[in-house]
């Protein structure tokens, strides 16, 4: 029997949107494995694929313990309180202003952390140690991505008088995710055969579908964000679709030119972009601006994907250039295109040319923040526990070292390697059944 709503302005409608929403956005962790795990080498695809999966996990478990609350409870500009611990109080009651459960606001807020963790480690594959990444993403989430959710959405200083627009996180998500993945990458150095041999992915149909799914995704990322069944929810819906097809349009026509070819895995990264880069706009602007935004995004992030291959900063998956530059041309072309007459803001082209100074601040605090908090956190974790995997890991695979599997099994024999059996010094112990896949090497 369902229970009966304690203040009588639940929406079935909205409720309804909201469900579907949420487990869309659930999806796009696992879509975002897929996307990650096609890139690299196939000896390292488990382990890039878990470091999404996981945060599933510690991250979800973090975000109620704790995030939500410093993201969402009453509190100052700065963090939220301490009140909604556990989501205390956070129940089945609809809000005054709203027309969902308070319970599945927290939920659906939740896949959001679940997902920026994740994304942060497409930076930093095939060589950190498992178990501090654990420690450091969950960390992350919750003195990091909190209060900056806290910032832009839970009354804080950036998203209340100040008025910075944030649909659905280009700077809470994307620009966050950044930061900490550039950062993380030159805390961990590149990895040891960068630069010296091609390091190709291993299953570019992987790529395609985890594009694929995350698109699919996104209508509940950005359609969700409206919290209603309304105007608002429609326009971000039809922005996440048009947006990411200008992108790839673009993305195509400058390979063309470029190479004469257009590739699968840059097709990928192009929806990709073109997702990220309309996410802070998508209920604000018209679809032709959506358009444009995502255009440009795909311009942008393509133009810096070349001159990163030209430097030592092995960001293995591009994390800065898709979702970093990305996000920073989403957030401030918002700040050009918004308009009253769709989503209530107005940006340059309506007349309020402030905004786009608003939103440059909010880019520089958040990336600026996650930078800072994430080297600390880093320092933190390396001191009590080394933050980087072992040349021999590295050189075995990833797979092998850290969790005794592999992604495609060449015999019938067991893997009983441990991480110990990589520290210098140390034994190599192999089951008699393993077979000759280079696993004992």
């Keep these: 029997m369902p229970l009966p709503d304690p203040s009588g302005t639940l929406s079935a409608a909205d409720t309804t949107l909201m469900l579907i929403s949420t487990a869309l956005v659930v999806l796009m ?181 985890g594009a694929g799914l995350l698109w699919f995704g996104w209508f509940g990322f950005n359609g969700g964000s409206a919290l209603a069944a309304n105007e608002s929810a429609v326009l971000a819906f039809a922005n996440t679709f048009v947006a990411p097809s200008a992108a790839l349009v673009a993305w195509a026509l400058l390979e063309t030119l470029r190479n004469g070819k257009v590739t699968a895995v840059g097709g990928a990264t192009a929806i990709v972009v073109g997702l990220v880069a309309v996410t802070p706009a998508a209920g604000f602007v018209s679809p032709l601006a959506a358009m444009a935004i995502g255009a440009a995004g795909s311009v942008a992030s393509y133009f810096v994907i070349l001159w990163r291959a030209r430097t030592r900063l092995d960001d293995s998956l591009d994390v800065m250039a898709a979702h970093g530059i990305g996000g920073l041309v989403g957030a401030i072309l918002v700040g050009v295109f918004a308009q009253a007459v769709w989503g209530g803001s107005s940006g340059l082209v309506d007349g309020n040319p402030r905004q786009v100074l608003v939103q440059l601040i909010g880019i520089v605090a958040t990336a600026g923040y996650s930078a800072v908090a994430t080297f600390i956190l880093l320092k933190l974790i390396n001191a009590v526990s080394p933050v980087r995997a072992a040349a021999r890991a590295e050189g075995v695979g990833l797979d092998v070292a850290l969790h005794s599997e592999e992604a495609y099994s060449h015999g019938e024999g067991a893997i009983l390697l441990t991480e110990r059996d990589f520290v210098p010094g140390v034994a190599v112990s192999v089951s008699p059944q393993l077979s000759s896949t280079g696993a004992s090497a």
């Design 29 to 209: 962790t696992p879509a975002l494995a897929f996307f990650y795990g096609g890139l690299v080498r196939s000896k390292n695809a488990l382990n890039t694929m878990m470091m999404s999966f996981i945060s599933l996990g510690f991250v979800g478990v973090a975000w109620i313990a704790i995030g939500y609350s410093l993201a969402f409870a009453p509190g100052n500009g700065v963090v939220g309180g301490l009140t909604s611990l556990g989501l205390a109080g956070v129940g089945l009651d609809v809000p005054d202003g709203s027309t969902i459960p308070s319970l599945l606001f927290a939920v659906f807020q939740g896949t959001f952390v679940i997902i920026t963790a994740a994304l942060i480690s497409g930076a930093i594959v095939e060589r950190m140690r498992f178990g501090p990444y654990l420690t450091f993403i969950t960390l992350w989430s919750i003195l990091v991505y909190a209060p900056v959710a806290h910032w832009v959405w839970g009354g804080g200083w950036l998203g209340g008088d100040f008025a910075a627009l944030d649909f659905a996180g280009g700077t809470v998500v994307h620009i966050n995710a950044a930061a900490a993945a550039v950062v993380a990458a030159i805390y961990l150095g590149p990895r040891r055969d960068y630069g010296k041999q091609a390091l190709l992915p291993h299953n570019v149909p992987f790529v395609l579908l």
